[in-house]
């Protein structure tokens, strides 16, 4: 019967060090919406919303620059 109590122990020492694992991967991972995922439709239209955003205040900012050289 004690070998029993040993290879219960085996397993759940096993499940703990599992549960370790995915938990310290999930955290480490928290900052990135499409973790774990190879590529699809809705990463490369949330690529493309993001270099829309940045191509916007850059448009801006170049705007600002121009209207102030006018002003001078």
Do not use: N, W
């Not at 370790?20 to 690529?47: F, N, Q, T, V, W």
Request: hydrophobic share 35%; net charge positive.
């Amino acid at each position: 019967m004690g070998f029993q109590y040993v290879i219960v122990a085996l397993v759940l020492l096993f499940c703990v060090a599992y549960l370790g694992y995915r938990a310290y991967r999930a955290l480490k991972a928290s900052d990135d919406p499409c973790h774990g995922c190879s590529g699809c439709a809705l990463k490369e239209i949330k690529g493309k919303g993001e270099l829309s955003k940045k191509a916007k205040r850059e448009c801006a900012e170049k705007k600002r620059e121009k209207k102030f050289a006018q002003t001078k």
